[in-house]
Nanobody, 115 residues
Framework: QVQLVESGGGLVQAGGSLRLSCVAS????????LAWYRQAPGKRRELVAA???????NYADFVKGRFTISRDNAKKTVDLQMNNLKPEDTATYYC?????????WGQGTQVTVAS
């Protein structure tokens, strides 16, 4: 059974930093492609960053230069380091295991950035 469990969300002032972490189980982690998405109230879920099994990364334009995605295959974790946070980064952040069909999703972790 695939499980993705996020942690690390919280309340931070604009300009601050947070590090999100997602631990996976029930998958062959080292060959998996993973991503972080986010969804703000009333908006569609959007891709924030993705990392492949070969550690290639892809970022949404709105986080380039501020966020960094990384993975630790030994710990089966994928992290999202978020720096210089802005109020518009406020959202629920979801870890995702990318598949050709439906992705697997974590339960989400709330990030709130106060101005």
């Amino acid at each position: 059974q695939v499980q993705l469990v996020e942690s690390g969300g919280g309340l931070v002032q604009a300009g601050g930093s947070l590090r999100l972490s997602c631990v996976a189980s029930g998958i062959i982690f080292s060959v998996s492609n993973l991503a972080w998405y986010r969804q703000a109230p009333g908006k569609r879920r959007e891709l924030v960053a993705a990392i492949t099994s070969t550690r290639s990364t892809n970022y949404a334009d709105f986080v380039k230069g501020r966020f960094t995605i990384s993975r630790d295959n030994a710990k089966k974790t994928v992290d999202l380091q978020m720096n210089n946070l802005k109020p518009e980064d406020t959202a629920t952040y979801y870890c995702a295991l990318l598949r050709a069909g439906d992705n697997y999703w974590g339960q989400g972790t709330q990030v709130t950035v106060a101005s």
